[in-house]
């Protein structure tokens, strides 16, 4: 999981607790209240992903960039090769 995603899913449930916090409460049943959040979206992010990378769509883009790998870094030295020569060709400043 990205770190960015899980960052963000703590700031949310930092900001779900404290605006659930009716009274205020000690700082400890804040922190197991955000502990319990995030923990859930956690479990819920690692769910998402996972049925994302088990889908069939998921499967064939894996598959289809496996197949396609070779093909893909030949393209790129080509384009390598060319952008070399242009360079070459271009007069000095």
Not at 36 to 49: G, L, P, V
Not at 57 to 74: F, G, I, P, S
């Amino acid at each position: 999981m990205k770190a960015s995603l899980l960052l963000a899913l703590v700031c949310v449930a930092v900001l779900v607790a404290g605006a659930r916090a009716d009274t205020p409460e000690e700082p400890e049943a804040l922190v197991r209240k955000v502990q319990e959040y995030a923990q859930k979206a956690t479990a819920m992010a690692k769910s998402a992903f996972g049925m994302v990378q088990e889908s069939e769509v998921a499967q064939h883009a894996r598959q289809w960039l496996a197949d396609n790998t070779d093909l893909m870094k030949q393209r790129l030295a080509w384009l390598k090769e060319q952008l070399a020569q242009l360079w070459k060709r271009a007069p000095a400043a």
